[in-house]
């Protein structure tokens, strides 16, 4: 999922490979092409959290793309603290349940899959880059599909997708438009693994 970008680029890997690549979206910077194509939803914590642009983009989203909807949104959470973002699952959630979106929950240091809030549909596996790394497989799971983060790497993409992760995220991809631009590609091509990375949508 490149984030927010719908540059020629990018275009022409879903006119390519439609059923291999997404759009993440982040509420700071909104794209012309936001709904156009098969998308998520980021809350930007990583970054800086805005709430109003949050939910605007939500709202926009209910408003304009009924049919399209993203394949989840990710409930605000604390980059590297897994009880702080518990916190705020509990706080968003009954406003986040009503826009009937698919939601994800971000694991992040100190989270197990047994706490892992029964509502979230998706798990989104954030925190800092060493507990990350580390624990991928662990919330790997039949009836709930995962999501990782800031992936910019070959190793880390075939790793993710070895053990059984839905999608994964990373804007490094498009900046460093040779070496790891060709190894992407040499991935979308099949050349360097045959494993589908998008699931069927659990039930």
């Known amino acids: 999922m490149p984030a927010n970008n719908t540059g020629r680029v990018v275009k022409n890997l879903f006119d390519l490979y439609p059923d291999r690549?997404?759009?993440l979206l982040n509420p700071h910077e909104p794209s012309p092409h936001q709904f156009k194509f098969r998308f998520a939803v980021d809350n930007a914590a990583y970054s800086n959290f805005d709430e109003p642009k949050f939910f605007k983009l939500l709202d926009k989203i209910k408003k304009e793309s009924p049919t399209n909807l993203p394949m989840f949104v990710v409930c605000p959470d604390v980059v590297g603290c897994h009880y702080r973002t518990l916190a705020l699952w509990k706080?968003?959630?009954?406003?986040?349940?009503t826009y009937n979106f698919k939601l994800a929950f971000v694991a992040q240091d100190g989270c197990v899959l047994s706490t892992v809030p029964p509502e979230a549909d998706w798990v989104f596996i954030g925190g800092t880059d060493l507990w990350k790394v580390d624990h991928i497989k662990e919330f790997i799971a039949p009836d709930r599909p995962v999501h990782v983060g800031r992936v910019n790497s070959l190793w880390l993409l075939e790793y993710c997708e070895s053990v059984g992760v839905a999608s994964i995220d990373g804007s490094g991809w498009m900046r460093a438009r040779h070496?790891?631009?060709n190894d992407l590609m040499e991935w979308f091509k099949g050349e360097r693994s045959q494993k589908e990375l998008w699931p069927a949508d659990p039930k």
């Open 21 to 23: 690549i997404a759009l």
């Open 91 to 97: 706080y968003y959630l009954p406003i986040m349940k």
């Open 179 to 181: 070496r790891k631009f």
